[in-house]
């Protein structure tokens, strides 16, 4: 299986971007899907998830309310809705799979820059 995330850019403060992530190969059937992020000189931070067969989603304290995970099973596809985004959301945000409950990434994007100026 391969990610390839997209939709990264730059944007002022209090804008939106949509990311996209989609998935080649045959055998794709991952129990989660999720977002991280790395922000320059900072730790990979887990932003959110969403599980790909119920759909439920799960954020991370700093971005609830600001953005919305969701997917297109058929495309193989999980997005990442970012509204009022802030300068401190600037980072390389990567997509990735887990197989189970645990976090344990089986497959990451390749990362794409989101660039927030104030």
């Known amino acids: 299986v391969q990610l390839q995330a997209s939709g990264g850019g730059l944007v002022q403060a209090g804008g939106s971007l949509r990311l996209s992530c989609s998935a080649s190969g045959r055998a794709f059937s991952p129990y989660r899907m999720g977002w991280f992020r790395r922000a320059p000189g900072k730790e990979r931070e887990f932003v959110g998830h969403?599980?790909?067969?119920?759909?439920?989603?799960y954020y991370t304290d700093s971005v609830k309310g600001r953005f919305t995970i969701s997917k297109d099973n058929a495309k193989k596809t999980v997005y990442l809705q970012m509204n009022s985004l802030k300068p401190e959301d600037t980072a390389v945000y990567y997509c990735a799979t887990w197989a189970g409950l645990k976090v344990e990434v089986d497959n990451w994007g390749q990362g794409t820059l989101v660039t927030v100026s104030s």
């Open positions: 969403i599980t790909w067969s119920g759909g439920s989603t």
